[in-house]
Structure formats: structure tokens, C-alpha cells
């Protein structure tokens, strides 16, 4: 049972364009989103997060809409660096757990 | 550097060897996870600690598995007789309550 899904396994945008990655959930209980990157060979790096209380929050380049009653949450990064090419994560924890849920990623590829 | 801190970076082992992993959290973080990630999935919660109280537990986690954090401060992942299926990224992170920090993960190859 996939609690957490990103649909889309790739993207592909040009550099100084919008990127707009998706992810949807199923659990109503979850109250804290949270978005990670990753580089090869690497651990995840904690991007930016949203509570369940906001429908929106910004960090520089980085800005998470969440929509409850759709059950979906994005990431726009705006503009796109070709630096932001990585595996994009997104993750969920529910009320009465600190345990994160990850959906399977999506690859960002940014090119010139 | 202060960050979580993972040792080894890589391990190959033996089917059937047991394997010890270590997790060195951010100093002020009293909460401690261990995921694991295989090719084209997103991490998969095996266990988390909060000080030194084992408080969830994954059903993924099979009685191979054990974890420790002693003092509420490094914790150990420790598997028994390994299987080829254990292959795996193994990351830890450590959380103050928000966002998890993880560590650069130990790659674990069972032959």
C-alpha cells in the first residue's frame, strides 16, 4: 500500500524555466510534508516542508503548495539550475508518529 | 562537520556473515532513524529512536535485525545471517522534531 506517490518517475525542464514536481497521499492523518533531494551515492538533503495547518510555504527557490482536500502537495523551483538536477523525494509523517513515509521519486534533469 | 555521521561507507559481505553498521547523530538530536533504500524506491522506515527508547519498529524489520542506541547517543544496526535480499542503502538520520537530517548512508553488498 503506497501512502505517498509520485507519479512521475522523470522530468526534464531547461535551466531558468519553473520545475513543478508532484506527489499525492492517501492518508489523512499525515499533518507534515517535507521535500528531499538526492545526488548519487548520497543521503537525502531536506529541502523545505509545509505543515498541514499552511497551504503554502516558500524558501528562496523553493516554494510547497499543499492542497488537503485534493491530497496532493508540489514543489516549484523557480528558476531552475542545472545544479538542481537530482532525485526529488517527497515524505509524509502522520499524527502520532515521527516516522517519515517516502513516495519513489522523481528524477529532475535540468539542462542548459 | 556536525552532521549525522556513517560508518562504514561501503560494506561487501558474505551471505550468512552478520554485519554491524553505526550511526553518529547530530549532538542536540534526540530523535534517531534507520531507513533503507533500494534501486529505484524511496527509503523504507525500519526503526526509530527516541533518546535511547526504541519507540516504532517496521515490520520489515525481521528478527535478523536489531538496533541499538545505548546513552541516547551513537546507535548500531546489526544484521544476522545476511541474505542477498539485504542489499542495500542503509540511512540514518537524527531529528529534533521537524525535518530528519540523514547521513551519507552505508552501502551494504551480500554475495
Known amino acids: 500500500d503506497q501512502q505517498v506517490k509520485q507519479n512521475s518517475p522523470s522530468l526534464s525542464v531547461q535551466e531558468g524555466r519553473i520545475s513543478i514536481l508532484n506527489c499525492d497521499y492517501t492518508n489523512s492523518m499525515f499533518d507534515y510534508f517535507l521535500w528531499y533531494k538526492k545526488y548519487p551515492a548520497e543521503g537525502p538533503t531536506f529541502l523545505i516542508s509545509i505543515s498541514s495547518i499552511k497551504d503554502k510555504n516558500e524558501d528562496g527557490r523553493f516554494t510547497v503548495f499543499l492542497n488537503k482536500s485534493a491530497k496532493h502537495l508540489s514543489l516549484h523551483i523557480v528558476p531552475s539550475q542545472p545544479g538542481d538536477s537530482a532525485v526529488y523525494f517527497c515524505?509524509?509523517?502522520?499524527?502520532?508518529?515521527?516516522?517519515?513515509?517516502f513516495g519513489t521519486g522523481t528524477r529532475l534533469q535540468v539542462f542548459p | 562537520d556536525t552532521g549525522v555521521s556513517q560508518d562504514p561507507r561501503h560494506k561487501i559481505t558474505k551471505r550468512g556473515q552478520n554485519v554491524t553498521f553505526r550511526c553518529d547523530p547530530i549532538?542536540?538530536?534526540?530523535?534517531l532513524y534507520w531507513y533503507r533504500q533500494t534501486l529505484g524506491q524511496g527509503p523504507e522506515f525500519l526503526t526509530y529512536?527516541?533518546?535511547?527508547?526504541?519507540?516504532?519498529k517496521s515490520r520489515l524489520l525481521s528478527d535478523r535485525f536489531s538496533a541499538e542506541r545505548p546513552k541516547g547517543s551513537f546507535s548500531t544496526l546489526e544484521i544476522q545471517r545476511t541474505e542477498q535480499g539485504d542489499s542495500a542503502m542503509y540511512l540514518c538520520?537524527?531529528?529534533?522534531?521537524?525535518?530528519?537530517?540523514f547521513g551519507q548512508g552505508t552501502r551494504l553488498t551480500v554475495v
Open positions: 538520520a537524527s531529528s529534533p522534531r521537524g525535518p530528519a537530517f
Open positions: 529512536f527516541q533518546n535511547e527508547a526504541q519507540l516504532e
Open positions: 515524505a509524509a509523517r502522520g499524527v502520532n508518529t515521527d516516522k517519515l513515509i
Open positions: 549532538s542536540e538530536h534526540n530523535r
